[in-house]
């Protein structure tokens, strides 16, 4: 078995022979990492153990021309961003960094496998042998040590700022008025930054840094600094790393960071509702004017056959609608016929995932799921609203007079059972806990058929997420079910109640909208358990996991 693997992480290996040394020299909440390149040692100061930005002060630093680095701890080993944050926190270790031009002579062999046990460097211990054979390695002439030449760097940001969109507006309010507004300066900043990102990658190297800086204030010379050394360091300062530019890259560095961040999760898949997912063909290629032209005949007939066959055809131009941030919010203003035609959403939901899938729940919560989920509850801690929801379950109210009880029926009861087994959890932002029985009215509420459903509506305070509002004389006897989305009512296509917790599901994938917090678990269990969608990708707490198992391997 390989070191490693056996005691595992190399940090935690190295804490074995160092236990007093296992953490990393930390001062103004920065870490201080040692780094070797060629035959020069400097410390380096990071904000936290990035490899990333560990790479762009080694840069920095060094100033090190290459287009590609690699780092190596003392002992030749290769390190890369996965182990890089363990490492970095062994106190004294040293980095060893090579870029593209190192043909690996510079280096001497491995040090000694012996270990000092009193030394408080002596994981970063480098023989006079290493030193005397770098010092006998031929020094190469680099080009950033050729100065830098003012016309040639005038004539390059010229050459920038005339090709790139909105450069010539830069060369012409200099020309007018003799100098740069801030804004403008910003607009230049951005210009030049992006052409060495473009050029170079994320890291650009220090010289062109210094050359675009100089050729900023030789092709604008009322920018430049008199009374500083260079004239240029307020745009790019190598000895500080400071300046318009460095900060622009380091803005540019991070956000791309967070887009490779972003599209890893897409890659591997977040799960649920908001997940934008391949769309399906659904016929001939359709235009937007095309699509424009549908909603507009379907906003003006009466035919519900009509109505539904132009949903089927703009389907993916809703879905591309929904997933954008800036359009999303008006959906239903651009398609209202959702508001008053039933089966619209069933009928999204099924190009979404198909018609099998979008089965499950009505085919197997009455034959598999219901029972099971009451015999789990029936061990739950009691109280007298899940004694009652108990009863209702499984029909157990049939022989008391109706004004006794104002339960729900058999299959909402169950679902209200399935909420107490998964209940809400603490929120970490909120602080705020709810009970099941509270949540039960983020799920579903009743309304008086005597009263107007406006009244409801004018009720509903701030935001809520999508929830399901029953009209009936009781809970027992509702006749008609309704999805409640921004203060407006979606009429179900089912007449049961299990229908209708049906579409309230099948909504939130098809307006990609989150599930509410205090039903997150409930929702999560029937998204992956029931309906079967992306079981294997959503995040799922340790509860719902083990509901699935009690339930998929009873009898």
């Given at each position: 078995?390989?070191?490693?693997?056996?005691?595992?992480?190399?940090?935690?290996f190295?804490?074995?022979?160092?236990?007093?040394?296992?953490?990393?020299c930390?001062?103004?909440?920065?870490?201080?990492?040692?780094?070797?390149?060629?035959?020069?040692?400097?410390?380096?100061?990071?904000?936290?153990a990035?490899?990333?930005?560990?790479?762009?002060?080694?840069?920095?630093?060094f100033?090190?021309?290459?287009?590609?680095?690699?780092?190596?701890?003392?002992?030749?080993?290769?390190?890369?961003?996965?182990?890089?944050?363990?490492?970095?926190?062994?106190?004294?270790?040293?980095?060893?960094?090579?870029?593209?031009?190192?043909?690996?002579?510079?280096?001497?062999?491995?040090?000694?496998?012996?270990?000092?046990?009193?030394?408080?460097?002596?994981?970063?211990?480098?023989?006079?042998s290493?030193?005397?054979?770098?010092?006998r390695?031929?020094?190469?002439?680099?080009?950033?040590?050729?100065?830098?030449?003012?016309?040639?760097?005038?004539?390059l940001?010229?050459?920038?700022?005339?090709?790139k969109?909105?450069?010539?507006?830069?060369?012409?309010?200099?020309?007018?008025?003799?100098?740069?507004?801030?804004?403008?300066?910003?607009?230049?900043?951005?210009?030049?930054?992006?052409?060495m990102?473009?050029?170079?990658?994320?890291?650009?190297?220090?010289?062109?840094?210094?050359?675009?800086?100089?050729?900023?204030?030789?092709?604008?010379?009322?920018?430049?600094?008199?009374?500083?050394?260079?004239?240029?360091?307020?745009?790019?300062?190598?000895?500080?790393?400071?300046?318009?530019?460095?900060?622009?890259?380091?803005?540019?560095?991070?956000?791309?960071?967070?887009?490779?961040?972003?599209?890893?999760?897409?890659?591997?898949?977040?799960g649920?509702?908001?997940?934008?997912?391949?769309?399906?063909?659904?016929?001939?290629?359709?235009?937007?004017?095309?699509?424009?032209?549908?909603?507009?005949?379907?906003?003006?007939?009466?035919?519900?056959?009509?109505?539904?066959?132009?949903?089927?055809?703009?389907?993916?131009?809703?879905?591309?609608?929904?997933?954008?941030?800036?359009?999303?919010?008006?959906?239903?203003?651009?398609?209202?016929?959702?508001?008053?035609?039933?089966?619209?959403?069933?009928?999204d939901?099924?190009?979404?995932?198909?018609?099998?899938?979008?089965?499950?729940l009505?085919?197997?919560?009455?034959?598999?799921?219901?029972?099971?989920?009451i015999?789990?509850?029936?061990?739950?801690?009691?109280?007298?609203?899940?004694?009652?929801?108990?009863k209702?379950?499984?029909n157990?109210?049939?022989?008391e007079?109706?004004?006794?009880?104002?339960?729900?029926?058999?299959?909402?009861?169950?679902?209200?059972?399935?909420?107490?087994?998964?209940?809400?959890?603490?929120?970490?932002?909120?602080?705020?806990?709810?009970?099941?029985?509270?949540?039960?009215?983020?799920?579903?509420?009743?309304?008086?058929?005597?009263t107007?459903?406006?009244?409801h509506?004018?009720?509903?305070?701030?935001?809520?997420?999508?929830?399901?509002?029953?009209?009936?004389?009781h809970?027992?006897?509702?006749?008609?079910?309704?999805?409640?989305?921004?203060?407006?009512?979606?009429?179900?296509?089912?007449?049961?109640?299990?229908?209708?917790?049906?579409?309230l599901?099948?909504?939130?994938?098809?307006?990609?909208?989150?599930y509410?917090?205090?039903?997150?678990?409930?929702?999560t269990?029937?998204?992956t358990?029931?309906?079967?969608?992306?079981?294997?990708?959503?995040?799922?707490?340790?509860?719902?996991?083990e509901?699935?198992?009690?339930?998929?391997?009873?009898?």
């Amino acid at each position: 078995m390989h070191m490693l693997t056996r005691w595992g992480t190399a940090a935690n290996f190295l804490s074995l022979f160092h236990p007093e040394q296992r953490l990393a020299c930390v001062v103004d909440g920065k870490m201080i990492i040692k780094v070797q390149y060629e035959n020069r040692k400097k410390y380096i100061k990071l904000q936290a153990a990035d490899f990333d930005e560990f790479i762009s002060e080694v840069r920095e630093k060094f100033s090190i021309p290459g287009d590609k680095i690699t780092v190596e701890d003392d002992s030749g080993t290769e390190v890369d961003e996965t182990v890089f944050a363990e490492l970095s926190s062994v106190e004294g270790i040293c980095f060893v960094v090579k870029d593209s031009h190192d043909d690996g002579t510079s280096q001497s062999s491995p040090p000694s496998t012996s270990w000092p046990s009193n030394s408080a460097s002596s994981l970063s211990v480098f023989s006079s042998s290493r030193d005397s054979d770098m010092s006998r390695q031929p020094k190469r002439v680099k080009c950033d040590e050729e100065p830098l030449q003012s016309a040639v760097a005038k004539d390059l940001i010229k050459q920038i700022l005339q090709t790139k969109a909105g450069g010539t507006k830069v060369l012409e309010e200099y020309d007018k008025t003799g100098k740069l507004c801030d804004s403008t300066r910003r607009h230049m900043i951005n210009i030049l930054a992006g052409d060495m990102v473009e050029k170079e990658g994320r890291v650009p190297q220090r010289r062109t840094k210094e050359k675009y800086a100089l050729g900023i204030v030789t092709l604008f010379p009322a920018l430049k600094d008199p009374l500083s050394a260079k004239g240029y360091e307020h745009f790019y300062d190598a000895q500080s790393g400071s300046g318009f530019l460095a900060w622009r890259i380091k803005t540019i560095q991070r956000k791309t960071k967070l887009e490779c961040t972003k599209m890893k999760m897409q890659n591997t898949g977040g799960g649920g509702p908001t997940q934008e997912r391949e769309l399906p063909q659904t016929g001939d290629h359709l235009d937007e004017e095309y699509c424009k032209e549908s909603i507009s005949l379907m906003n003006h007939t009466t035919d519900q056959e009509i109505v539904k066959q132009k949903m089927k055809e703009t389907f993916n131009y809703r879905q591309r609608l929904i997933h954008n941030s800036d359009e999303s919010h008006t959906i239903l203003t651009v398609f209202p016929r959702l508001l008053d035609t039933k089966g619209l959403i069933a009928q999204d939901f099924s190009l979404l995932f198909g018609p099998q899938t979008a089965a499950k729940l009505l085919e197997k919560w009455p034959t598999f799921y219901k029972e099971k989920v009451i015999r789990e509850a029936e061990s739950l801690t009691t109280t007298s609203v899940l004694q009652s929801l108990l009863k209702s379950a499984r029909n157990q109210h049939n022989d008391e007079s109706p004004e006794v009880h104002q339960e729900w029926d058999s299959d909402t009861a169950s679902l209200l059972l399935l909420l107490h087994i998964l209940p809400p959890q603490p929120s970490k932002k909120k602080k705020l806990k709810i009970s099941a029985t509270q949540a039960m009215d983020h799920l579903v509420v009743f309304h008086k058929s005597i009263t107007s459903l406006e009244d409801h509506l004018e009720k509903v305070e701030g935001h809520r997420q999508p929830y399901i509002l029953a009209s009936g004389t009781h809970k027992w006897a509702v006749s008609n079910y309704y999805i409640v989305v921004d203060r407006m009512l979606i009429p179900c296509q089912g007449t049961t109640s299990l229908a209708a917790f049906d579409e309230l599901f099948k909504a939130h994938f098809v307006f990609s909208v989150n599930y509410d917090d205090a039903l997150s678990h409930m929702f999560t269990f029937l998204q992956t358990t029931v309906y079967g969608i992306d079981a294997a990708t959503t995040k799922q707490s340790p509860k719902v996991k083990e509901l699935r198992a009690k339930i998929m391997n009873s009898n």
